[in-house]
């Protein structure tokens, strides 16, 4: 059996676990599963998040003198690029950060472990008004789309002009996604999406926090 068969299994097997064994129904043990994993990860997760908002910070701060250098070299490439980078080293910032981007890959598997095992679940199985999870269902669509625009509106580090945007499409997408697959994926997509939020508020709490502290430099 390849690792991947297996990751499949053991999330099948924490389901049934949750589900049969502890008494929680198949939609609440998604919901159980989906904040037990999402916790078990969640060194990597905000290790990424926390360097991607000191950083996003960084940037937002750093405009008008960007705004500048695009203005004054804007037509050399080769002179944009050394005034750029010149100012990300200054302000301690990488032009490529490596490690955020690890970070994100790594949660990849815990996405689509969700995704495939819960494709083969829940047939005639009820959850609250929802007569088959197995089955999409137009509210729990809904909720998938308001949780999206939640975790996409708590983030303090977009831009207004692009706030909108952010909150909007990812909230519409999520909602036609989940109108498509079974009512399981929406059950676990909104509680993913209400642990994001509520990681990202924690994480803003911890970096306004140590600015005001002096701990850390925008």
């Keep these: 059996m390849d690792i991947w068969a297996i990751w499949l299994d053991a999330i099948l097997r924490l389901l049934g676990f949750l589900s ?28 990424a998040a926390y360097r991607g908002s000191v950083r996003q910070r960084k940037m937002l701060r750093l405009q008008p003198e960007l705004q500048a250098i695009r203005d004054r070299y804007g037509r050399d490439p080769q002179a ?7 100012l990300y080293r200054k ?3 990488a032009v490529f950060d490596g490690k955020s981007l690890v970070g994100g890959l790594a949660q990849t598997p815990l996405f689509l472990g969700m995704y495939h095992a819960l494709q083969g679940v829940g047939d005639g199985v009820r959850f609250l008004w929802v007569s088959s999870l197995s089955k999409p ?19 303090p580090d977009v831009s207004e002009q692009m706030r909108l945007f952010i909150i909007v499409v990812p ?7 989940a109108l498509k697959f079974c009512s399981a ?6 509680a993913s999406n209400c642990y994001s939020a509520a990681q990202t508020v924690a994480l803003r709490f911890v970096v306004e926090r140590r600015i ?3 701990t850390l430099k925008i």
Aim: hydrophobic letters at 65%; charged letters at 5%.
């Design 171 to 177: 909230a519409v997408v999520a909602t036609f996604a």
């Design 91 to 93: 302000h301690g910032i």
């Design 185 to 190: 994926l929406a059950v676990y997509w909104a």
């Design 20 to 47: 049969s064994e502890v008494g929680l129904g198949l939609g609440f043990a998604i919901v159980a599963a989906t904040l037990l994993l999402r916790t078990a990860i969640l060194p990597i997760s905000w290790s």
């Design 212 to 214: 005001r502290a002096g």
């Design 137 to 155: 269902d137009l509210w729990l669509a809904v909720i998938a789309g308001l949780t999206t625009a939640l975790a996409m509106a708590v983030s």
């Design 80 to 86: 944009y690029m050394q005034r750029v980078s010149a």
